[in-house]
């Protein structure tokens, strides 16, 4: 089955475009992909392409602030915000969608579900816990905050990566950066999201955990959660603590894979999510 792809724009509610692909045929089961804090919707590029091979219809969305949707002017990034976007994004997959959602993506997908529990019929959660561990956190968010008059040239900007992610057999190279990189009038080139992003996403995510804690109690969807075996933003503790909060749920290692799960391993990632999607039922549960 061929992979029929086309560019999607929706405007949030507050007049926000947000930038999507559209991965499938109209008519198929639909998975919304949501990525992490940092990302992209190019992150799920390969995975939905053979998940639509497959008979599935992707939506894969940049959040607002990243990648080609709108900035806010005043650096809104409220979680309601997000949690408004991915309630829009949902009502335009249509009914029964399932939700991938990775680090922050999975979050607010989590705290969506327990607002409104018809919104997905299940969610896959990647490399993600309603309590995480700090330290890992912290390596990411430094990753961050680190050039933040950005790079002089793409080779110095493949370095920076190439030095966060030692473990990538194969580095990325300049060129496939320019989708992840904008340059400004300056010259420079820079992260592809907002830099108020950062200001209070720390301060924000803890104030959020009590939240987060009591929303996965009130999931009764089936729910998968895949976590990297070399992860040090989930561990067995933050794990554990999960599955008994929501005790329907299957959790899958993906060996050799840090928290950048489907980067790291694409094939038993794809793998992963195609099996447990094969096994719900067609309606709602």
Not at 21 to 39: C, E, K, N, R, V
Not at 52 to 77: E, I, K, M, T, V
Not at 159 to 185: C, D, F, G, K, N
Not at 198 to 207: D, H
């Amino acid at each position: 089955m061929l992979n029929h792809k086309a560019a999607v724009s929706l405007v949030a509610a507050d007049g926000l475009t947000l930038s999507c692909d559209l991965h499938g045929m109209a008519g198929h089961p639909s998975l919304i992909f949501t990525h992490g804090f940092g990302q992209t919707r190019l992150a799920w590029q390969s995975s939905a392409a053979q998940l639509a091979g497959q008979g599935f219809l992707c939506l894969c969305a940049d959040a607002r602030g990243h990648g080609a949707s709108d900035w806010h002017p005043q650096g809104d990034y409220s979680i309601d915000q997000f949690i408004a976007d991915l309630e829009l994004m949902a009502g335009f997959a249509g009914p029964s969608a399932v939700l991938v959602g990775a680090s922050f993506g999975g979050l607010v997908g989590l705290l969506a579900q327990a607002r409104r529990p018809e919104l997905f019929r299940a969610l896959v959660l990647v490399d993600i816990t309603p309590r995480w561990e700090t330290a890992g956190v912290e390596r990411i968010l430094a990753f961050m905050r680190a050039h933040p008059d950005g790079f002089a040239s793409l080779d110095e900007a493949a370095a920076s990566i190439a030095a966060y992610l030692p473990h990538r057999r194969e580095t990325r190279s300049p060129q496939r950066l320019q989708a992840l990189l904008v340059q400004r009038e300056d010259g420079r080139y820079r992260w592809h999201w907002d830099p108020a992003l950062l200001e209070r996403i720390a301060e924000n995510g803890e104030r959020h955990q009590s939240a987060l804690i009591e929303a996965a109690r009130q999931i009764r969807v089936p729910v998968l959660l895949l976590s990297g075996s070399d992860s040090d933003v989930v561990s067995q503790a933050t794990i554990n603590e999960f599955l008994d909060l929501v005790p329907q749920a299957r959790h899958v290692v993906v060996p050799r894979a840090t928290h950048m799960v489907a980067g790291d391993r694409n094939d038993l990632f794809t793998d992963a999510v195609l099996s447990f999607v094969r096994t719900l039922p067609q309606g709602r549960n």
